[in-house]
């Protein structure tokens, strides 16, 4: 694997992580990410937090940064439950939504003023998203507003197909619900908010006094946080802890090959620093 292996020789302008799987892994910090995320710090170098989870809102993120001892300002955080109720917001400002979703998503979207209802005579929109209490009884709520009723259409947080766990398992996250939905009514979801979309691109440096091609974007995923960094025109890191290995890159045609594949996160951190300062890769 080291001949796949590729780092920077400088630091960039702004850098966007991914969480799940690149920061932490379950309850724990990844090794080195604490000391590339305080080294970046230290520089004054503008670093952002971005997941496809909607689990959580970005003040659950906060806490959960912060437990694992990297304090995070609420607006560096931003997540699939922000760019989802602001796209409803900005298209669909007066629908009456059914979430099929927890209630980070649920609380967010109610608190934004929108009506949730699980009567299907009523329902515009299904949001489609990570849901760990899906059951039969949402699936025919959403399979009687889209399919019988003729008025809802589907929408979704995320992409995603699984969540990945530590030692290897996971379970299923927002793609699996919206196939469900999509193969009972013959629908297609019709808009999705998370990563791939460079609508996250765009709301994790909005603020930051830079152009996308200085920032670089961190994450495990080769669809979701590698392809919406090439298409948001950001530089792309790779880090092989999470969902993508190193035969899955290898098998990638040469234009979609990540600028740098690390094999852990403070591989971010140029080499002079590391040997400037007399880093080991087991110190931290």
Known sequence: MPDLLSAPTRFHSAYIFDMDGTIYLGDHLLPGAARLVTELRDR??????????????????????????QPTPVADIANTVVTTTRWLLANHPDAVLFVVGEEPLQRALRDAGFELSDDPARIDIVVASYDRTFEYRKLQIAFDAIWYHKRAFLVQTNPDRFCPFPGGRGEPDCAAITAAIEACTQTTC?????????????????????SPEEVVMV?????????????SGMGTALVLTGEATA??????????????????????????????????????
């Open 190 to 210: 019709r808009a999705s908010f998370g990563k791939p979309d460079p609508m996250m691109a765009r709301l994790a440096i909005e603020g930051l006094d830079v």
């Open 247 to 284: 035969a899955d890159v290898r098998a990638l045609p040469h234009d979609e090959k990540p600028d740098y594949v690390l094999d852990r996160v403070d591989r971010m951190i140029p080499q002079a620093v590391w040997d400037e300062l007399g880093w080991r890769a087991d110190d931290a």
């Open 219 to 231: 994450g495990d995923r080769l669809q979701t946080d590698m392809t919406m960094a090439r298409g």
């Open 44 to 69: 004054r170098i503008p670093v952002r937090f971005l997941s496809n989870n909607p689990t959580r809102d970005p003040q659950m993120y906060a806490d959960m940064l912060a437990d694992l001892g």
